[in-house]
């Protein structure tokens, strides 16, 4: 059975820095790519980021761009989002998602991990 | 970033259909793989529909999906009350480096 256990969220003030942690099981987690996606509260679904089965090419939202950072370690069967310079507005339900490819769609989330931003 | 359009919401009575919308573009839906997603309140979204009209196990085929040049659509057969939720189509975004866009999101009720 496939598993993405997310952690990590927390309460944090504006300009401080969290990560967020994903643990994947019961698939092959160096064949799959791998999202992180965030809901703020009552809002829809926002991509935040993207990495490659082997973490050398990754993709950002422009809303994220040079502030959060997505990495993968293979031996782990683990994702990271490293957030940076947090803002009101990162406020979100963050969820770790696989996908078969890059450019292909999310296959399975997992549970979200609530991010607050608030002084 | 472009997001791709949906009808905020839908409804129908048990037995109904409904069906909805996504509109983007050609460097969106025009050339990649349409997904749909539900989400129950409370809850993850789960994988609905992949690659523009296939169903992963366990989805009733009330459930289908297809796609036409930039737009896709998600059907939905003998609406039933636990069909009521949250629906979001996606895909890959080809413009730039690269990014996936969401939908806006239609909330299906059960009336």
Redesign the interface.
Known sequence: EVQLLDSGGDLVQPGGSLRLSCAASGFTFTSYAMSWVRQAPGKGLEWVSTINTGGGGTYYADSVKGRFTISRDNSKNTLYLQMNSLRADDTAVYYCASCPTVTAGIDYWGQGTLVTVSS | ?SVLTQPPSASGTPGQSVTISCSGSSSNIGS????W?Q?LPGT????LI??NNQR?SGVPDRFSGSKSGTSASLAISGLRSEDEA?Y?C???D?SL?????????TKVTVL
């Open positions: 970033q990649n793989y349409v997904y997603y989400q993850a979204p789960k994988v992949y690659r992963p949250d979001y996606a895909t890959w080809d480096t690269g990014f996936y866009v969401f939908g806006t999101g």
